[in-house]
């Protein structure tokens, strides 16, 4: 399932990317590059985001999830954990 998971975000190299930051269950943070086709800028109530995928959709209670990140991270692998506040649903699949 697709999500949006909250980022922040920074000019990319090129001006069809957008650089992104996020900051993992374990207070880590993962920087990457994607297309601005996957990024979605903030307004008043919501924070940028990024589209990202669930492995497993989350379950009543749990704090955090696992996600799959749109490309390689300077820091860490693709698969992440993230706190469920983080995300929300986004486009169907």
């Not at 300077?74 to 929300?88: A, D």
Request: hydrophobic share 35%; glycine share 8%.
């Amino acid at each position: 399932m697709k999500y949006w998971l909250s980022c922040e975000s920074f000019d990319g190299m090129f001006s069809s990317e957008v650089g992104i930051s996020v900051t993992t269950a374990d207070e880590q943070k993962a920087t990457f590059y994607v297309d601005k086709e996957l990024y979605r800028e903030g307004n008043g109530r919501k924070q940028p985001s990024v589209l990202v995928w669930v492995t497993q959709e989350p379950s009543e209670g749990e704090e955090s999830i696992c996600v799959l990140l749109p490309t390689q991270p300077f820091e860490t692998g693709r698969y992440v954990m993230v706190h469920r506040s983080q995300v929300e649903p986004g486009v169907a699949a």
